[in-house]
């Protein structure tokens, strides 16, 4: 990571982004209540906030699980990717706002504990209609709440980007949950049989879109390990990799970045250890490999972060026969520095891509 690169924090991008999205998050609950009531006048004023704080808190998780795939698909959609973990924070609150308005509704004076009623006191198991919906939106909302609580980088850093990863990927279990909750309370109810539609509408995105970016990805889990030579493998030609830029590669069941910049070519781990963004997406900054993600650097050569940073990633040793990129199948310990390929006077305006 550069040294003047804030990775979190409210720097001025994610101020406005912040500022955005909480004035679009206070019109929407404006909007959503002024319809409920023209449209049920006899709707309470409790009621109306919880769906409008539930629907909102729904929409903000759409809209999070659908950046990451558009991101892949457009590289446009990256600045919504670098501030995602804000508006993640955000939909947490909304959501805890709806399922504390709605404890204490439904729940908080009767002769039972609050929680113990929401599992116990609602619906029937044997009778679709009447399934029992609240569990499984208080199971999500325990859910969300252990990211939103390991969402700063501190916890990224204790707990590893492993580790860090795995309970963060329980977004989608929580997903299945909420749409399991919204389900069997839209069955219960004399709501619209358009929130029914929206709901089946943004779970097909969803699905849809992770499709699209999974179905481009296809061609990158090719390895092209098969059939190496000494340890290496051809992997393109010089060519073919922009200057400044990389060539993504599997070899050897791992996604291999292969840079091009500076008459030069370095071979590196495809994986940011940051929140283990693809680095090949990325270009050459100041002289560093940038995730495209949060902007993490590494230096080409060695998979070092510049100092006083400490992150370090494996690096690939790389070889030149004409103009073809050989990458060597083995990866070197992290951080490890290899001499990079000296690309041919000859060779350096053979570029088919662009930096941008």
Not at 307 to 336: A, K, N, S
Request: contains cysteine.
């Amino acid at each position: 990571m550069s040294v003047s690169y804030q990775a979190v924090g409210w720097n001025r991008q994610k101020k406005i982004y912040d500022g955005v999205m909480l004035a679009g998050s206070v019109s929407f609950l404006a909007v959503f209540s002024l319809v409920s009531w023209a449209t049920q006048p006899a709707l309470t004023v409790e009621t109306a906030l919880i769906r409008a704080f539930g629907s909102l808190a729904l929409v903000l998780l759409h809209v999070l699980l659908v950046i990451g795939p558009l991101a892949r698909l457009d590289r446009r959609f990256l600045p919504l990717l670098y501030n995602r973990r804000h508006l993640g924070v955000m939909m947490f609150l909304f959501a805890l706002a709806h399922g504390t308005f709605a404890i204490f509704q439904f729940h908080s004076l009767g002769n039972v504990h609050p929680l113990v009623s929401v599992l116990t006191g609602d619906g029937s198991y044997d009778s679709l209609g009447r399934f029992p919906f609240q569990p499984w939106g208080l199971a999500a909302l325990t859910i969300l709440l252990v990211m939103a609580a390991t969402s700063h980088d501190f916890w990224l850093a204790n707990l590893t980007p492993p580790v860090w990863k795995t309970i963060h990927m329980l977004v989608y279990l929580a997903y299945g949950l909420l749409i399991a909750h919204v389900g069997f309370g839209v069955l219960q109810s004399a709501v619209s049989p358009l929130c029914a539609v929206a709901v089946a509408g943004g779970f097909l995105l969803v699905v849809g879109l992770h499709l699209a970016a999974g179905w481009r990805g296809i061609a990158l889990d090719r390895d092209v390990a098969i059939g190496s030579v000494d340890g290496f493998v051809d992997v393109c030609a010089v060519g073919e990799i922009p200057n400044d830029r990389a060539r993504i590669a599997t070899i050897a069941g791992e996604r291999v970045a292969i840079f091009r910049y500076d008459g030069k070519i370095s071979a590196v781990s495809n994986v940011c250890q940051h929140q283990n963004g693809p680095l090949g997406e990325g270009r050459i900054i100041d002289g560093c490999i940038t995730c495209p993600w949060h902007g993490f650097q590494y230096l080409p050569d060695s998979g070092r972060a510049p100092e006083p940073f400490e992150d370090r990633i494996p690096t690939f040793d790389v070889r030149l026969v004409g103009d073809r990129v050989l990458v060597g199948v083995q990866p070197h310990p992290p951080g490890t520095l290899v001499a990079p390929a000296i690309i041919p006077s000859h060779l350096r305006e053979a570029n088919t891509g662009h930096s941008d």
